[in-house]
Nanobody, 124 residues
Framework: QVQLVESGGGLVQAGGSLRLSCAAS????????VGWFRQAPGKEREFVAA????????GYADSVKGRFTISRDNAKNTVYLQMNSLKPEDTAVYFC?????????????????WGQGTQVTVSS
């Protein structure tokens, strides 16, 4: 059974940083692409970042480019999202998701496994 568990969320002031982690089990982690999505209250879940199985390819939403960095450690079955220069509009529940194969995607429907999410709140 595939399990994804996010951690690292919390409350931070604008301009601050957080690092989210996504720990995976029940799958061959090195063969999946992993993405981060977020959902703010009353809004659709949106793509944030994705990383290929090898870590060689990454993709970001325009709203986080230059501020967020996605990385992975296949030996630890973990993907990270380093978030710097946080803004109040980054406030959301952040989810990690996995899809088989190496192709990057920012489409929610392409991901078959999801975590429960971790809350990130950025105060102004």
């Amino acid at each position: 059974q595939v399990q994804l568990v996010e951690s690292g969320g919390g409350l931070v002031q604008a301009g601050g940083s957080l690092r989210l982690s996504c720990a995976a089990s029940g799958l061959t982690f090195s063969s999946v692409t992993v993405g981060w999505f977020r959902q703010a209250p009353g809004k659709e879940r949106e793509f944030v970042a994705a990383i290929s199985w090898s870590g060689g390819d990454t993709g970001y939403a325009d709203s986080v480019k230059g501020r967020f960095t996605i990385s992975r450690d296949n030996a630890k079955n973990t993907v990270y999202l380093q978030m710097n220069s946080l803004k109040p509009e980054d406030t959301a529940v952040y989810f990690c998701a996995a899809r088989r194969g190496s192709q990057l995607s920012g489409t929610r429907g392409d991901f078959s496994s999801w975590g429960q999410g971790t809350q990130v709140t950025v105060s102004s």
